[in-house]
């Protein structure tokens, strides 16, 4: 009779704790924080996920494009946010494996604010050129860039973003000099651009495949190791003589320190869910990318060795946010 009064104090005690782990989630919208301007890869990757999530979880999965100061206001902003998996955001290269070396006072530690959900996708990167810049090529423009130092201008979505990044590691590997021109995200980069008031830019294929095709933009080289089947004419930077260069964007979901395991947990496969429907995958394949969807310590490994890659980068580089 003793044990039994026992036990069931003990299941009363438990109670409260059963119940929190079992609250059910979403209760409400869920924020999801982009770090830079409308109109870039980011952001088309963002959305085309929070749409299927917003479908799968009952529940509206907003994309909230917080751009600007490299990607540090925003990360602030949800390190700050309550704990209760209805604020994420879009991680990528600059923000998590870039900005702790070049800003190293940042306000909080990506590796101990954060829980790494889930990769999202891996974009190639496209370097293209304004069709007045008289080069037709990825050899003629770095021989036109080398007589020409200084003359060329290339925008970015912002310093430490994807683009910035590439060519940065494209300047050091070709002895090229370029001037960076850091922008508030990849749509105001474009505009610019497009227009001839900066000659070269490197970023995903979803920005930039539709002005290749209309013949707005010319495509010199690919960051990635293989050619790209959709542009099967455009080279490899590594095929060029730059042996083992390779660059790609890629995107993960992280949430802030403290959320609940199971929140998470759910998360990921929700997302991995959603990267496996037909809307996704076909907007995925569209735009050369591939899809993510395994589980938080397997993009937390991978967060960890993009870490060391670009900290050597970065430093033999030489780059500083501008």
């Not at 770095?142 to 979505?157: D, E, F, R, T």
């Not at 004419?233 to 992280?254: H, N, R």
Request: hydrophobic share 45%.
């Amino acid at each position: 009779m003793h044990l039994n009064r026992r036990s069931a104090i003990s299941a009363t005690l438990a109670l409260p704790a059963l119940a929190r782990a079992q609250v059910p989630w979403p209760r409400q919208s869920i924020r999801f924080v982009v770090p830079f301007a409308p109109g870039g890869t980011s952001e088309i990757v963002a959305r085309t996920v929070a749409v299927e999530l917003t479908r799968q979880l009952g529940q509206t999965v907003f994309v909230d494009n917080k751009g600007g100061g490299a990607g540090i206001p925003a990360m602030q902003d949800v390190a700050k946010a309550t704990p209760d998996g209805h604020t994420i955001i879009l991680g990528h290269v600059g923000s998590l494996a870039v900005n702790p070396v070049i800003f190293p006072n940042q306000p909080f530690d990506v590796n101990r604010d954060f829980i790494p959900v889930t990769m999202v996708a891996k974009v190639p990167n496209l370097f293209v050129i304004h069709p007045d810049v008289p080069a037709t090529n990825f050899k003629e423009f770095v021989a036109y860039a080398k007589k020409n130092p200084g003359k060329l201008n290339y925008g970015s979505a912002g310093n430490a973003s994807a683009g910035h990044l590439a060519m940065e590691y494209l300047k050091l590997v070709t002895g090229m000099f370029i001037t960076h021109i850091p922008y508030r995200g990849t749509g105001p980069a474009m505009t610019d651009l497009l227009a001839g008031r900066t000659q070269m830019f490197s970023a995903g294929t979803p920005a930039l495949l539709p002005h290749i095709k209309a013949g707005k933009l010319r495509a010199i080289a690919m960051g990635t190791p293989q050619r790209l089947a959709m542009l099967p004419d455009v080279p490899t930077v590594a095929e060029m003589g730059f042996k083992d260069f390779e660059t790609s964007q890629w995107y993960g979901i992280l949430a802030p320190a403290g959320t609940p395991r199971d929140i998470v947990k759910r998360l990921q496969e929700e997302t991995q869910k959603a990267l496996k429907s037909n809307s996704v995958t076909e907007r995925f394949a569209a735009d050369s990318a591939v899809g993510g969807g395994g589980p938080p310590e397997e993009f937390a490994a991978y967060i960890g060795q993009q870490q060391r890659i670009w900290k050597d980068i970065v430093l033999r580089a030489g780059i500083k946010p501008d």
